[in-house]
Structure formats: C-alpha cells, structure tokens
C-alpha cells in the first residue's frame, strides 16, 4: 500500500497561521478556507477581522455595504460561527443606481440574514448613504411602482428583524433620494379626532399622495404587528433620515411609537433635503405628537428652521405632557424670534420638565410663558459666528438676553437655592481662544452689568465647540481664557472641542490651575482633572 499523502488541514496551526498571515494571501483564498472545517474556519476568520482591524471581543461593529456582490466584511461576519450577539452595529447602505435597486436590495437581504441569526443586539444605526450631492436630491432612484414596493418591503423586513433581535436604540440616517416618491397635498382644516376616524389605518393617508410622474401605488413600508409574540424592547428613536418622516417609512415611525416603549425621540433632519418644509411639519408634527403623547420623557429637535420654532412649541412640545428633557437646537445663526404665548391648555404641559437645552430666546420665552417647577438643569447654547456683524447681531444680542434670564422669577428663585438648579452654557465658534476671549470680554465690561453678572455666577459648566487652535501653542490660550472664566465663579468643569491639533493640552490645563472652582476639563475627548494628568 501507498502511504497516505499529507494533507493540507496535517499542517500544525503555526504554519496555517503562517501562510493565512502572508499579505499575497488573498481575501477571497481566506474566505473560501473558512468554509472547510471548523478548524480552519477559526483561524481564517480570526486573521480576517485582525487584517481589518476588528475586535468581535467589544461586540460593537462597523460595516460599509458595497453596491456589488463583491467579497466584504459582511461576508466574513455572515460566516462567523462565533457571533451571537452585539452591543452596537452602524451599516451603511449604498446609494442605489438610478435605474438599478436590486444591488442594493440584495445588501439589505445580506444584512438581515446576519440580523436574524443573533440572540440580541442592543443598537443598530441604518446610514443610507445619499451619493453625490448632485444626486442627493434628484435621483428618485426607484420611485416607480415596482422598484418603490420591493426597497419598502426589503426595509420593513429588515425593522422586523432588527426588533426582533431585541434592540433598543434604532439610528436612521439619510435616505433623501426617495423624498420624491410622495406629495403634500394641502392641509386639512378637520381636526385630528375627525383624520383618526376616517382613515384609522393610515394615519398620513389626508396628507400625502403618491407624486403622479413616479406612479399611482401607495406604497408603505409595513408597520410593527402589535400582536406578536416577542415584546418590543425599542426605547429610543433617532430620526435623521427624511424618509422616516414623510412615506413610505412615516407610517412605520408612528406604529413604533405606538406599540414600542419608546421614552426618547430624537428628529434631526434639515428642511433643506424636504420640499415645502412649512406645510410638512403642519402635517407630521400633530401625527407624532399624537402617537407618542403617552410615553415620551426624551425629545430632542435639531436643524429647526427659525420660522418652525412656534409650531414645535405649539404642535408638538404643547401636547407632550409627560417630557423630562427638551433639546431644541436650530438650523441656521440668528438671535431673534417670534413667538406667540402657548394657549392657556397648554402652559402646563412642561410641568414634569427636569432638564432643558436650547438657544437663550426660546429659554427665556418658556422660562416667562410656561410653568417648569421642576426644572433642575438649563443649558444655553450660545453660537458666535465670524464676520465683522457677529458682535452686533449675536453677542449682545445674547448677553440682553441673559440679563433679562438673570431677572426672571425662577432665576431669582435659583440665586436664593443655588443647589436646586445646574446652568450650562454651550457655546460654538469657529475663532481662536484669544480672539473669542477678547471679543466678549469687551461686552461684558459694559456699564449695568452686574445683572449679567448674578446669572454667570450660576454656571456650572461650559462647552466651547469649534475653537481654532491648529498650529498655535496652548500657552498663548491660557490667559484669555482664563479671564473669561473668572466671569463665572461657580464653574466646574469645561469642555474644549477644537477644530485642530491642539498640541499639548496639558500646558493649557496646568495653565487653568489658578481658577478657584474648576475641578475638570476635557480637550478632544481627554479628560484632565486639575490636580493630575488624564483621567
């Protein structure tokens, strides 16, 4: 007899390791070796994710979908015997081709046959890449009939698996390229009750129709089954992806507010990618405000269009009795508003609310207009854009306002309770330290002043975002800013987010040691306390 040839799997794991290792070792070879046995199956995927830098361990992953069938990270993850559960996955799905859906279509299907297969996933983030910005608006990449049905389809199949898997934090990003597929039609003037009543199964049925050039279908992607077995886990929605404000995917947004215990609601999505933004928000805003009335603690808005501010705070915030946290932050650099006094039913709805953060009018008109007892934390955001008009139009502006902040009943409350109140003040601008130092400095040294004052001695801590640093030692930042902390007697921590290289930060913190209150600061992502180095 012939003796037995060796095999390729007689190899010790050394030298598999070896060769898998070698650069010439292609992608597709370790791909194909991982379907073999279960021996070199863990080797190969294990070199896989270590090329690309993957670390399974922190369950947390990262995956761009191609628009080809081409070999992917996907692929490898499909494959892995050794994946049941993860803590957070963020996907981002191609831009379709203007006339072609089903590659795209086939990822979605790649992603829920991974989806499907785990035990659990705590949170999911959906990118829908948009293209080129000469696409972004344009392409209607498949809003006729057919094509529109089998992306609605794939989608809500691929939210059905997600939930399933028990997730409890849902992202969806972009998506613009269907915005298309649907019209506005005019605003109804019959009340709510009255929309409930004749189209209980759709609640955006009076507001949108199907745009004639794309087809006549009404298309939606399918909403959550309140019947099902497994319970809902999913507590927090972020929106900033149109598509999930207007059909085809509204209707699914409402049915998880409705039958998901969903206690936070974030809406970030630009007027600037709708049409007809104005007649929009008069149709979507009472929708969610009626479905997520019951539960809803957490609601943040941003990107708000100046002229949108009234109809939040009337339409949405007004009927949202049970809100702990309100976040409204806007879209565009502006100092002044308009807004109306909230009707008399509606001055008590923020009676529950514990924290609020938004630019210094609006605090100020719910701080004068509506009830907040239990307000225990106030962040103002404060934008100082460049130009020569930044002074006039957004420094003192502000800084008027905050004085009038400084004389309201609660404020005057909090100075007598200063432990029952934390004030924050988040400011953005694109100047150096020094030049943003001097410019408000200025201001600040004005005649009556004292009333600014008694409201800077409230901060606890500020957030500066945007500073430009990039080439320039910290030290020449330390003395600027370290006068205009002194404004602010009680402050305790500081945040820096720069828009550069800040160097060594260490030299602008030990630069800070002379302030008498501040215990913390953070620079791009560091953390200092100021009596040791890194935390």
């Not at 409402?254 to 007809?276: C, E, G, K, Y």
């Not at 002044?336 to 630019?359: G, N, Q, V």
């Not at 060594?504 to 302030?515: F, P, S, T, Y």
Request: with cysteine; glycine share 4%; hydrophobic share 40%.
């Amino acid at each position: 007899m012939h003796p037995a040839l060796a095999r390729f799997t007689d190899l010790p794991d050394e030298l598999i390791i070896s060769i898998f290792e070698d650069p010439e070792f292609s992608v597709e070879s370790l791909y194909f070796m991982a379907l073999l046995s279960r021996r070199l199956h863990r080797i190969a995927l294990a070199i896989y994710f270590s090329r690309h830098k993957i670390d399974l361990n922190t369950k947390k992953l990262t995956v761009y979908l191609k628009a080809d069938d081409s070999l992917d990270t996907l692929s490898f993850l499909r494959l892995s015997l050794h994946i049941d559960s993860l803590e957070y996955l963020s996907c981002t799905i191609p831009h379709p081709s203007c006339t072609v859906i089903h590659p795209v279509v086939n990822q979605m299907n790649r992603l829920r046959s991974l989806i499907s297969r785990l035990s659990s996933i705590g949170q999911v983030v959906l990118i829908f890449a948009d293209g080129h910005a000469s696409q972004t608006y344009h392409c209607l990449a498949f809003g006729d009939d057919a094509r529109l049905r089998t992306w609605a389809h794939t989608l809500g199949g691929l939210l059905r698996d997600i939930l399933q898997a028990g997730c409890k934090h849902l992202t969806v990003v972009n998506g613009s390229y269907l915005t298309g597929s649907y019209e506005i039609l005019p605003v109804s003037s019959s009340p709510l009750f009255i929309k409930r009543i004749l189209y209980p199964h759709s609640s955006t049925a009076p507001g949108f129709r199907r745009s004639w050039p794309q087809g006549t279908e009404d298309t939606r992607v399918p909403v959550l089954d309140p019947s099902s077995k497994d319970p809902f886990l999913l507590s927090s929605l972020c929106i900033e992806s149109p598509i999930f404000l207007i059909p085809p995917a509204f209707d699914w947004t409402l049915s998880a507010l409705r039958h998901a215990p969903i206690t936070s609601l974030t809406i970030a999505v630009p007027s600037a990618r709708l049409r007809d933004s104005t007649e929009l928000w008069t149709h979507i805003l009472p929708s969610i405000a009626f479905t997520a009335a019951p539960h809803l603690t957490d609601l943040k808005l941003t990107e708000v269009e100046a002229h949108h501010a009234d109809l939040v705070l009337s339409v949405l915030v007004a009927n949202l009795p049970h809100l702990t946290t309100l976040d409204i932050d806007f879209l565009h650099w502006f100092w002044h508003l308009e807004l109306s006094a909230p009707p008399k039913t509606s001055r008590r709805s923020l009676r529950r609310l514990t924290s609020l953060r938004t630019i210094p009018i609006l605090a100020q008109h719910l701080l004068s207009r509506w009830s907040l007892p239990a307000l225990r934390n106030l962040t103002l955001i404060w934008w100082i854009p460049d130009g020569q008009a930044s002074e006039f139009h957004f420094v003192r502006p502000v800084l008027s306002v905050m004085r009038t902040l400084s004389k309201s009943p609660s404020l005057v409350a909090w100075r007598r309770r200063p432990s029952s109140v934390h004030i924050s003040l988040s400011i953005r601008t694109r100047q150096s330290i020094q030049s943003f130092a001097d410019r408000v400095l200025s201001y600040l040294l004005l005649p009556h002043s004292d009333s600014l004052a008694n409201f800077f001695r409230l901060v606890e801590r500020i957030e500066m975002t945007g500073l430009y640093v990039s080439y320039i030692s910290p030290l020449k930042h330390r003395d600027p800013l370290l006068k205009f902390l002194d404004l602010f007697s009680q402050v305790e921590e500081l945040k820096l987010q720069t828009s550069g290289s800040f160097g060594e930060a260490k030299d602008l913190v030990n630069g800070l040691q002379a302030h008498a209150t501040l215990r913390r600061i953070v620079v791009d992502g560091d953390v200092y306390s100021l009596s040791a180095g890194p935390v």
